[in-house]
């Protein structure tokens, strides 16, 4: 009974690292340099197949802005260090969290190949320039 109700009260550090990761602009693999991390991991910690270590936390939390407490549980006394500019971005965000999980994830694959086309477009006009 315990585990059960432990499967109803969602972990939700994998998604909040995955959407401070995109908020952030970062791919898996900027966010794995920045933190000294392999991309694979950053992967396996946002599909929650995997947790980091402490002191891999603490990296994460540095390279997002925001503190261990707020990656970990979402404190929201902490969520004021997240750098989002645009509130009504935020706002957006927020009314996101509210939708079932497959929703949530089809807007974040939406979002994830809008990031990779803007990085395709940056990247053919520098080798074009």
Sequence with gaps: MASKQKKNNKDLFPERLRQLRVMKKMSQEELGQ?????????????????????????ALAEALGVTTDYLLDGNSDNAARVNLEDQELLEMFKRVQQLPQEK??????????????????????????
């Design 34 to 58: 920045l933190t000294n991390l392999n991309y694979n991991h950053i992967g396996r910690y946002e599909r929650g197949n995997s947790r980091p270590s402490a002191d891999k936390l603490k």
């Design 104 to 129: 949530k994830e089809s807007i974040k694959d939406l979002i994830e190949a809008y990031l990779f086309r803007e990085k395709i477009r940056k990247d053919i006009h520098v080798i074009t320039k």
